[in-house]
């Protein structure tokens, strides 16, 4: 039996962000591996030798915080929050609960919160906007807070040339890689066929001014976040999230990944981490709910809008009868104990 070929066997041991961070701990083993990544976290600052293999860890609960990654040695501590997905949102206690952990723990040396993404990640401007109270006010001098994106760290295992002399860092690299780098732009016959059509230009444009419209109306009895991404069709949204306090009830609006994949460009539904009651209630509403995005830790429950709704004289006021049926059913479901730091 030959094993010349080579399969990249982690691109099927890393489906998800769980996967890829435990494999990221595991190459940690790797003295070289951990040089580059402890340097890149770090800014230069600190290496492979002030943090030892046995120092890192993932996923564990460490004094009422659960980071992504951590490295806690004599020297440094660190906790990284990993996200992989370009819209893998942000909990409601990301990234406050780190920053007050290494605010409140005070250890020997410089303490670190690292937020690890993806260059195209929707959700940036929201983790910005969280760390601005702790960036703007003086916590601790040692804490530092910073916002590192993926493609950073493989050129840095790129420039020391890791990929090349490693077959488990190469797999890591490539399997990254493959999900970062933004496909060229390849159009079919029938989207061109459709893009040269007047009605298509006048559809997109009256279903962008729906979703503002029945925005502005559900805003006159219910509160309202928006989310009308300026890049929404770079698997973004253009919606709103329909809140009851500090808890989310209901989400509306164009999902541009949700609609590639379904055919269906308007929805509503609720995401899988809201309260449990909520979420059990919107499946026994709509039995044949979709779950999305699939292997996402934290997916949607989706419920389509239809095409005779957008067709009803009165789309509008269509659209807000429906959503505010829903949440007179939704509504009494919402748990009133606080989310749990993640």
């Given at each position: 039996m030959s094993l010349t070929n080579h399969v990249n066997i982690l691109k099927e041991a890393m489906r998800e962000e769980n996967e890829v961070t435990r494999v990221l701990y595991a190459l940690c083993a790797y003295t070289a591996f951990r040089e580059v990544l402890v340097r890149f976290l770090t800014v230069g600052s600190y290496g492979a030798d002030d943090v030892a293999w046995e120092d890192m860890g993932v996923q564990a609960n460490i004094d009422g915080v659960k980071p992504d990654f951590y490295a806690l040695a004599e020297s440094l501590s660190l906790l990284l929050e990993i996200k992989t997905s370009l819209y893998t949102g942000l909990t409601a206690a990301q990234p406050a609960n780190y920053l007050a952990w290494l605010a409140r723990h005070p250890r020997p040396g410089k303490r670190f919160f690292v937020a690890l993404i993806p260059a195209r990640y929707i959700h940036r401007g929201e983790l910005e906007k969280r760390l601005v109270p702790w960036l703007s006010k003086p916590i601790e001098p040692l804490v530092t807070a910073t916002i590192l994106e993926w493609e950073g760290f493989l050129e840095a295992l790129r420039t020391a040339g890791l990929e090349q002399l490693n077959p488990y860092v190469s797999d890591f690299y490539d399997v990254l890689k493959s999900w970062l780098t933004e496909p060229p732009i390849k159009l079919t016959f029938l989207e061109v066929e459709k893009m040269y059509a007047r009605e298509t230009a006048i559809g997109m444009s009256n279903l962008l001014k729906l979703v503002e419209k029945v925005s502005a109306e559900m805003e006159k009895?219910?509160?309202?976040?928006?989310?009308?991404?300026?890049?929404?069709?770079?698997?973004?949204?253009?919606?709103?999230?329909?809140?009851?306090?500090?808890?989310?009830?209901?989400?509306?609006?164009?999902?541009?990944?949700?609609?590639?994949?379904?055919?269906?460009?308007?929805?509503?539904?609720?995401?899988?981490?809201?309260?449990?009651?909520?979420?059990?209630?919107?499946?026994?509403?709509?039995?044949?709910?979709?779950?999305?995005?699939?292997?996402?830790?934290?997916?949607?429950?989706?419920?389509?809008?239809?095409?005779?709704?957008?067709?009803?004289?009165?789309?509008?006021?269509?659209?807000?009868?429906?959503?505010?049926?829903?949440?007179?059913?939704?509504?009494?479901?919402?748990?009133?104990?606080?989310?749990?730091?993640?």
């Open positions: 009895s219910y509160q309202i976040e928006k989310s009308f991404i300026r890049r929404w069709w770079d698997n973004g949204e253009y919606g709103i999230y329909i809140r009851e306090g500090d808890h989310n009830l209901l989400w509306f609006g164009i999902w541009q990944a949700y609609w590639e994949h379904s055919g269906v460009p308007l929805c509503y539904g609720v995401q899988q981490n809201w309260s449990d009651a909520l979420v059990r209630k919107f499946q026994s509403l709509h039995p044949q709910y979709i779950t999305f995005p699939k292997g996402d830790p934290n997916p949607f429950v989706l419920e389509k809008i239809g095409k005779e709704v957008l067709l009803a004289e009165d789309q509008v006021g269509k659209i807000v009868g429906l959503l505010e049926q829903e949440l007179q059913s939704l509504s009494p479901q919402v748990d009133s104990a606080p989310e749990l730091p993640a």
